[in-house]
């Protein structure tokens, strides 16, 4: 009698668990790091471009082009953060050509 008086406590509690939202907490957590690396893998082809596009321009030096990548990778890098923590605008537009 006892085992079985445990055994429905432990079926009732398991049922209880179960139907927490915890599942869709998870679902956009995982969201949030896909958009977050996506975000990353845009800026490394956007520093790449910067700095390809610096050589070829022979404005600056190789220092300055470095910088400048360096630069492009920060600002991408703080892009990650914030769609991390959900406070990145959503950037579905194309980018601007200049």
């Known amino acids: 009698m006892r085992v079985l ?3 429905s406590v432990a079926l009732i509690a398991t ?3 179960a139907s927490l939202p915890g599942g869709s907490w998870a679902t956009e957590n995982a969201q949030q790091r896909r958009a977050a690396r996506d975000v990353k893998q845009d800026t490394r082809k956007g520093a790449r471009e910067t700095k390809q596009d610096c050589r070829a321009a ?3 030096s ?3 082009c470095r910088q400048d990548k360096r630069g492009t990778k920060a600002e991408g890098r703080q892009e990650k953060r914030d769609t991390k923590r959900g406070t990145a605008e959503p950037t579905n537009a194309a ?3 200049e």
């Open 58 to 60: 022979n404005e600056q």
């Open 5 to 7: 008086k445990s055994l």
């Open 15 to 17: 049922m209880g668990l």
């Open 62 to 64: 190789n220092a300055a």
């Open 95 to 97: 980018p601007e050509a």
